[in-house]
T-cell receptor
Framework: DTEVTQTPKHLVMGMTNKKSLKCEQH?????MYWYKQKAKKPPELMFV???????INESVPSRFSPECPNSSLLNLHLHALQPEDSALYLC????????????????FGPGTRLLVL | DAKTTQPPSMDCAEGRAANLPCNHS???????VYWYRQIHSQGPQYIIH???NNETNEMASLIITEDRKSSTLILPHATLRDTAVYYC???????????FGSGTKLNVKP
C-alpha cells in the first residue's frame, strides 16, 4: 500500500466552527507533514511530525492545531479560521525525518479543499 | 536555504520530448534535487530525484550540471496526461523540509 489518504475531500466551515482534517498512511512511514496550498501557488510547509513528535512548526497560527495520535494517523484541528485560510490542505509522509543527505521521498495525499465562510 | 527558479510555463507537442529547466545556484554539496508534478487539484506526485549523477526511471530523466547549479527534467515522449505543474525542489540539508519553487506549467498540445 503506497497511498496516503485524506478525509474529507471537501469541507465548508464558518469562522466559529471547529473541524478536523484527517490523514492516514499504512506504509510504515515515521514522518508526516501538513502543507497548505493557495490557488495557483506552490505548497507551503506547515508542520512536520517525526516519530509522532512535532519537529517543525513553520510559525503557523494557533488556530491550526496538529495532532499525531499514532504513527499512521495525522490530524489537523481547525478553530476560529478566517476566510483567507481557505486553501487545499495536503498531507504527506516519508520513511523518516532524518538529518544528513539520506533520501527522503515524500508521498502526498490528494488533499482536503477547505472553504471558510 | 537553497531556492529554485523555473520558467512559469512551457508548451510541448504530444509525442515530443519535454525539457523542463531549473536553476538552483545556491545548492549545497549534499542537497538533493527532487522533481514532483501536480495535476490540477491533486496532490503532488513524485517523479525523480538526484544528487550529482544523471538519473533515469520509468517516468523521466534528470540531468544535473557538473557544478550542480541547474538541472533539467526530461519527459522523453510527452502525452496529454503529462499536462501539469512541475516543481523543482531542493531538500534542505539536515532537515526533511521541502521548499517548493514556483513551478512550471507544462502544456502538452496535440
Amino acid at each position: 500500500d503506497t497511498e496516503v489518504t485524506q478525509t474529507p475531500k471537501h469541507l465548508v466551515m464558518g469562522m466559529t466552527n471547529k473541524k478536523s482534517l484527517k490523514c492516514e498512511q499504512h506504509m510504515g512511514h515515521r514522518a508526516m507533514y501538513w502543507y497548505k496550498q493557495k490557488a495557483k501557488k506552490p505548497p507551503e510547509l506547515m508542520f512536520v511530525y517525526s516519530y509522532e513528535k512535532l519537529s517543525i512548526n513553520e510559525s503557523v497560527p494557533s488556530r491550526f492545531s496538529p495532532e499525531c495520535p499514532n504513527s499512521s494517523l495525522l490530524n489537523l484541528h481547525l478553530h476560529a479560521l478566517q476566510p483567507e485560510d481557505s486553501a487545499l490542505y495536503l498531507c504527506a509522509s516519508s520513511p523518516r525525518d532524518s538529518g544528513g543527505p539520506r533520501v527522503e521521498t515524500q508521498y502526498f495525499g490528494p488533499g482536503t479543499r477547505l472553504l471558510v465562510l | 536555504d537553497a531556492k529554485t527558479t523555473q520558467p512559469p510555463s512551457m508548451d510541448c507537442a504530444e509525442g515530443r520530448a519535454a525539457n523542463l529547466p531549473c536553476n538552483h545556484s545556491t545548492i549545497s554539496g549534499n542537497e538533493y534535487v527532487y522533481w514532483y508534478r501536480q495535476i490540477h487539484s491533486q496532490g503532488p506526485q513524485y517523479i525523480i530525484h538526484g544528487l550529482k549523477n544523471n538519473e533515469t526511471n520509468e517516468m523521466a530523466s534528470l540531468i544535473i550540471t557538473e557544478d550542480r547549479k541547474s538541472s533539467t527534467l526530461i519527459l522523453p515522449h510527452a502525452t496529454l496526461r503529462d499536462t501539469a505543474v512541475y516543481y523543482c525542489i531542493v531538500r534542505v540539508y539536515n532537515f526533511n523540509k521541502f521548499y517548493f519553487g514556483s513551478g512550471t506549467k507544462l502544456n502538452v498540445k496535440p
